[in-house]
């Protein structure tokens, strides 16, 4: 089944779909009148549709049923140091995957890529058509945000206005802390993740948020950063289903 997130409101129970997405549906999928079709909107509805009328340049579209929501009940940010390679592409697609709400790419003392303006902007928005991607392919009800690089303390400064901010950190011992952030965490809390380089934080940035986040440990192993992330986000998706 096929997903797309549309701007507009139903009209009489039907979309018209328009531009990229009609293309894609007719002319790459080749979908077929009365095949179904999920659809979200920007007001958080879903609905199951079905393909009424294909023409040149539209498809319309007929609400056949309104559907629930597949957003976790906690949004959740992720601010990823950035990585070196496509490490980040992953990142992206798993975690929206797994129902990351927003991913913030955050240039960390001991990151090993340094971009320029340039490039974070050529970045960006492949970061969000990947994002866009995914959220179609796992059926989102959102698309989630990437939003624009930060330094650390810019993320630092967004994160500490969240009701939670968890930083998984290799010197950290046991798993105690771990369990207690869980068991805190409760509906609808916002929840700030902290994922640090290939390089580790420095000490400077452990110092900075050491007060403000809890700081937890994921196991005995050191993971790497695409591993770290991924783990983080698919303990907390259990945490936060319904």
Known sequence: ??????????????????????????????????????????????????????????????INQEVPSTEL?????????????DK???????????????????EMKNCIVKLDDKKKKSKLTRFQTIAETAAKQSKRSIIPQVH????????????????????????KNGMAATYELLDSIEKGDSIGVFIGPEGGFDSSEIE??????SIISLGRRILRTET???????????????
């Open 88 to 106: 980040m592409e992953t990142i992206i697609e798993k975690c929206v995957e797994l129902g990351v709400y927003e991913i913030i790419p955050v």
């Open 1 to 62: 089944m096929q997903q797309i997130f549309v701007n507009e409101s139903p009209v009489n129970d039907r979309f018209e779909i328009f531009g990229d997405d009609m293309h894609h549906l007719a002319r790459v999928v080749r979908i077929k009148k009365a095949e179904i079709l999920r659809v979200s909107t920007l007001e958080g509805n879903n609905y199951l549709c079905q393909v009424e009328n294909i023409t040149d340049d539209s498809l319309i579209i007929k």
């Open 148 to 171: 624009e690089f930060m330094t650390f303390k810019e993320a630092y400064n967004y994160a500490i206005t969240l009701d939670k901010v968890l930083l998984p950190y290799e010197s």
């Open 228 to 242: 770290a992330a991924i783990c983080t986000l698919s303990m907390l998706m259990l945490k936060c289903e319904e």
């Open 73 to 85: 009940s906690n949004k959740i940010y992720l601010f990823q140091a950035v990585p070196k390679g």
């Open 208 to 213: 900075m948020v050491k007060d403000s986040c």
